[in-house]
């Protein structure tokens, strides 16, 4: 289900873009990726199409795990 303030949707879309990007970069699946976090496939997609908002702790993780920064999933802002 959608959330329905847009504005907040486009900010989740914008950082699910970045860590998709990111990820593919770094050759993870999103199941490795959400092993490496302690996760799952499912929410990491969730995350990635902007249809969950993580938490600061766990955009944090899911940076260290991809080699870049916290705020490198905020560009485009």
């Known amino acids: 289900m959608k959330r329905k303030n847009?504005?907040?949707n486009k900010i989740y879309e914008t950082i699910g873009n970045n860590i998709k990007t990111r990820r593919k970069e770094n050759k993870l699946s999103q199941e490795e990726l959400g092993f490496m976090v302690?996760?799952?496939r499912n929410y990491i997609g969730c995350i990635e199409r902007g249809e969950k908002?993580?938490?600061t702790a766990f955009l944090f993780d899911i940076?260290?795990?991809l080699n870049c920064s916290l705020q490198s999933l905020f560009n485009g802002l």
Do not use: G, L, P, R
């Open 6 to 8: 847009s504005k907040h």
């Open 53 to 55: 908002a993580a938490s």
């Open 63 to 65: 940076a260290k795990v």
């Open 38 to 40: 302690s996760s799952t």
